[in-house]
């Protein structure tokens, strides 16, 4: 990514060997996210020019003197929940909220990681997974077992343990609870399953796009409302009892959505916003609304310890209990990136993956 609104370029990057605590992965497979998306549009900004992606799966081709956790040939999956394992928050087991992720990455004065020609490149979301390679710090990875597919692998990076852990870690669904999702992409299917798997028994999945919502329904969810109808608040309430559900997960990261979420919950319920709102957004809640003890959060990647949930959301997967196999709808090579983000834009397909040979 050399400017906003791209197109993104291929190139060849120089890529330095790793250092102590890092480790060289060769990229098998990346998911295009609406995270990415956002940075390209210019909701938010990094320093360019950068490589994006952080959704990725791969396999370790080198490692540090001192890493310990991975070895080459081992299968990985990456998170940008990289942490530095000894800030306050790290230690009170919040490492998804690390406030010291400096010391994960090169000192000043070291070479740099990644380069193009003399102009060193800022890793994205300490990343930058749309390469052959990724070199990155082993608090940025996780190994998991060679049977799972990269393509599946690779999603459960970001977008499932974005939505998924969203309902069972932040949100903390219990059984019998009624989950409405807005927002029926990667993370938001996420949540779907997330919230079939907690036991909820009303899941309402709203999106604008039918072909999601049936997609939705076959991952758990009870009832479906398109988003572009009339009274859609109104709605939803009238499916949970006519008093709104306990939970909604906002999968979108617009105000609008947001304010309509806050007003679908019942007394004492709460909204998790997962999706990412532009920078600088400004929320209006109704205090009587507020009054009633709702509640509104937000979740950072699902509030997920990657090392450990990473590994066990592909446990559900292998015992059948979660579904990654109707998440990736598209499978595209690096040289068709651009179509790809095209694809997403058009909101037809839940996720696009760039698959490398």
């Not at 400017?3 to 992965?25: F, K, R, S, W």
């Not at 979420?261 to 007394?267: A, L, V, Y």
């Not at 205090?287 to 509640?295: H, S």
């Amino acid at each position: 990514m050399r400017q906003i609104g791209g197109p993104l370029t291929i190139e060849e990057v120089q890529i330095d060997e790793p250092m102590a605590n890092e480790v060289l992965v060769d990229v098998a497979a990346a998911g295009l996210c609406h995270s990415d998306l956002k940075f390209l549009e210019g909701s938010f900004h990094h320093p360019l020019p950068t490589i994006l992606g952080h959704e990725v799966a791969g396999v370790v081709r080198s490692v540090g003197a001192a890493v310990g956790a991975v070895s080459p040939g081992d299968h990985v999956v990456m998170s940008i929940s990289v942490f530095c394992g000894s800030c306050r928050l790290c230690l009170a087991g919040r490492p998804h909220l690390c406030v010291n992720k400096a010391a994960t990455r090169r000192a000043k004065g070291e070479p740099a990681r990644l380069s193009i020609g003399d102009t060193p490149l800022t890793q994205f979301l300490d990343l930058s997974g749309f390469a052959e390679q990724m070199l990155i710090h082993e608090n940025a990875v996780v190994r998991v077992d060679e049977e799972l597919p990269f393509e599946h692998a690779a999603v459960l990076g970001c977008g499932v343990a974005t939505g998924l852990g969203a309902v069972l870690n932040t949100a903390a669904v219990e059984a019998g609870e009624s989950v409405a999702v807005i927002g029926c992409g990667g993370v938001g299917l996420s949540a779907v399953q997330g919230a079939r798997i907690a036991g909820a028994t009303q899941i309402i999945a709203v999106d604008p796009i039918p072909e999601k919502l049936e997609l939705a329904r076959r991952l758990g969810a009870t009832e479906s409302v398109l988003s572009s109808e009339p009274n859609l608040v109104e709605k939803v309430i009238a499916l949970a009892d006519d008093l709104g559900v306990d939970h909604v997960i906002e999968a979108v990261g617009r105000v609008e959505t947001i304010e309509q979420g806050f007003s679908m919950t019942r007394p004492g319920g709460m909204v998790t916003v997962v999706g990412l709102v532009p920078a600088g957004s400004t929320i209006s809640i109704p205090t009587d609304e507020l009054f009633y003890e709702r509640r509104l959060q937000g979740s950072v990647m699902g509030s997920n310890d990657f090392k450990v949930d990473v590994p066990r959301y592909a446990d559900m997967y292998r015992n059948g209990i979660l579904d990654l196999g109707e998440m990736v709808t598209e499978r595209i090579t690096l040289e068709e990136i651009n179509r790809g983000f095209d694809t997403m834009i058009s909101g037809k397909s839940p996720r696009v993956l760039v698959e490398f040979d």
